[in-house]
């Protein structure tokens, strides 16, 4: 058996990359630099190699989910804005087979934008993490430790 960890895939939409700087009454104050160390820390912890991504362009996501797709990848996704309405991110997430947590900071359905409260994500996730803040992402790893097993 080999000593490798398992490769997690923890990815964040839009606006992502100015955590601690976009709205921190709602997003709080840790960057997402911060963030990535933890989610790296996180899953180390848990048997895990995290690789953290952050992109503004859909295409980059949607070439992410498929390659997690394509190599059994479990994947974290904070999909942020294109949750709402991104029909990419939807057919990308229905090819996942590995475990897929839906993550968001704040509680979308407790935000008072109603189009905030639909997901094109939740469909395909094995769980959805929400309104937990920065903890709600190694609530997400914790998820997917249990999902395949890992102690």
């Known amino acids: 058996m080999s000593n490798a960890l398992k490769k ?5 939409g839009p606006n992502l990359g100015r955590l601690g700087k976009r709205q921190p009454e709602i997003y ?12 790296i820390d996180w899953g180390h912890a848990l048997g895990f190699a995290v690789d953290v991504r952050q992109s ?14 394509d190599k ?34 704040s509680e979308p359905l407790e935000r008072p934008e ?3 409260h639909t997901s094109v994500v939740t469909p395909h996730a094995t769980a959805v ?11 997400a790893l914790q998820v997917i430790a249990s999902k ?4």
């Open 8 to 12: 997690v895939l923890v990815l964040n």
């Open 129 to 139: 993490v929400a309104g937990k803040g920065i903890d709600g992402y190694h609530e």
């Open 72 to 105: 059994d990848i479990p994947v974290v996704l904070n999909a942020a804005a294109w949750t709402h309405y991104s029909y990419a991110i939807y057919d990308a997430c229905a090819q996942l087979t590995a475990p897929l947590i839906e993550v968001h900071i």
């Open 28 to 39: 709080g104050h840790t960057t997402h630099d911060e963030l990535a160390a933890m989610c």
């Open 56 to 69: 503004n362009h859909e295409g980059d996501m949607v070439d992410w989910l498929n390659a997690a797709a």
């Open 148 to 151: 395949l097993g890992t102690p």
């Open 114 to 116: 109603v189009f905030r």
